[in-house]
């Protein structure tokens, strides 16, 4: 199996930052990477497939990058709507997610 | 827009059973490969099962194969999650998803998901 691993667990921001999530996956995935967020009690939104696709009506301050083993998801300005929990996802074989992180206002 | 409502959560006794469906529209359901997702209570995402557009390839997480089995009916938009022999462990929100391309082969991603049910498999 492959296996994904998020830095950080936790970050804390301020509205107007710039962040940057990292995902590592445990051997290469090629550009078969996804980045969902997530919101208390509601299901997974996708952000970007294919590391650095955005999805259709996702605002373009998210953006995603990498390939292989190493991918990063940056928010360019942060707004009060992004402080959510954010996972990346393998799918080069079957899938997996990493195991989040959680963006909560500083 | 993409309408994704999952049902038949619940709290059900180990070793029983359960099926959980899948309501989808807004989109051609039978142009789509569909997954199971769950997420135990305060922990991350995990894969559980996919079915072809069509029905005719399904594959499972170790996690559950032998005990689940998924299927669809594209006559009814809907999508099934039939649970058997369950698990403390199996206790978790279950959501069904979309895969992101149309027909075959699957993609592995998901670019729409539903709202999830709950399933507490406790005595």
């Known amino acids: 199996d492959i296996q994904m691993t998020q830095s950080p667990s936790t970050l804390s921001a301020s509205v107007g930052d710039r962040v940057t999530i990292t995902c590592r996956a445990s051997?290469?995935?090629?550009?078969?990477l996804a980045w969902y967020q997530q919101k208390p009690g509601k299901g997974p939104k996708l952000l970007i497939h294919?590391?650095?696709n955005l999805e259709s009506g996702v605002p373009s301050r998210f953006s995603g990058s990498g390939s292989g083993t190493e991918f990063t998801l940056t928010v360019s300005s942060l707004q009060p709507d992004d402080f959510a929990t954010y996972y990346c996802?393998?799918?080069?074989?079957?899938?997996?997610f990493g195991q989040g992180t959680k963006l909560d206002i500083k | 827009q993409v309408h994704l409502v999952e049902s038949g959560g619940g709290v059900v006794q180990p070793g029983r059973s359960l099926r959980l469906s899948c309501a989808a529209s807004?989109?051609?359901?039978?142009?789509?490969?569909m997954h199971w997702v769950r997420q135990a209570p305060g922990k991350g995402l995990e894969w559980v099962a996919v079915?072809?557009?069509?029905?005719?390839?399904?594959y499972y997480a170790e996690s559950v194969k032998g005990r689940f089995t998924i299927s669809r009916d594209n006559s009814k938009n809907t999508l099934y999650l039939e649970m058997n022999s369950l698990r403390p462990e199996d206790t978790a929100v279950y959501y069904c998803?979309?895969?992101?391309?149309?027909?075959?082969?699957?993609?592995?991603?998901?670019?729409?998901w539903g709202q999830g049910t709950l399933v507490t498999a406790s005595s």
């Open positions: 079915i072809s557009y069509d029905g005719t390839n399904k």
């Open positions: 051997q290469s995935v090629s550009t078969w």
């Open positions: 996802q393998q799918y080069n074989n079957f899938s997996t």
């Open positions: 807004g989109f051609s359901f039978s142009a789509y490969g």
């Open positions: 998803a979309k895969d992101g391309w149309k027909a075959a082969p699957v993609s592995y991603y998901f670019d729409y």
């Open positions: 294919t590391a650095s």
